[in-house]
């Protein structure tokens, strides 16, 4: 028997070492990370990164799984409105 599902909208914030050249203050970082040029995929691919990392790590320490839950946290928001699937690429309101 399938389990009857809904979609729910969370935020999810994670903390991540960035390198940035040395003169950036604060003003320019937030800048650079939310109004600048640079696009919000990059930190996507910059998570993946530092998980490939901590696995590499983690195998040349027995094995260890690379884990993020220790710098990661995520907040139920409410349930996903039409906006809210159409944002996500989710086609059509309910689809499971």
């Known amino acids: 028997m399938k389990t009857a599902k809904r979609y729910i909208t969370v935020r999810f914030t994670t903390e991540l070492a960035?390198?940035?050249?040395i003169d950036?203050?604060?003003d320019t970082i937030d800048y650079w990370l939310n109004e600048g040029t640079r696009c919000a995929s990059n930190t996507i691919v910059e998570l993946h990164d530092t998980l490939g990392r901590q696995?590499?790590?983690?195998?040349?320490n027995g094995g260890l799984q690379p884990c993020?839950?220790?710098v990661s946290h995520?907040?139920?928001?409410?349930?996903s409105?039409?906006?809210d699937l159409e944002r996500c690429a989710i086609e059509r309101w309910g689809e499971n």
Do not use: K, Q
């Open 18 to 21: 960035l390198e940035v050249p």
């Open 24 to 26: 950036f203050d604060h």
């Open 55 to 60: 696995d590499a790590i983690g195998a040349m």
């Open 68 to 70: 993020h839950c220790m």
């Open 74 to 79: 995520h907040e139920y928001l409410r349930e």
């Open 81 to 83: 409105t039409p906006e």
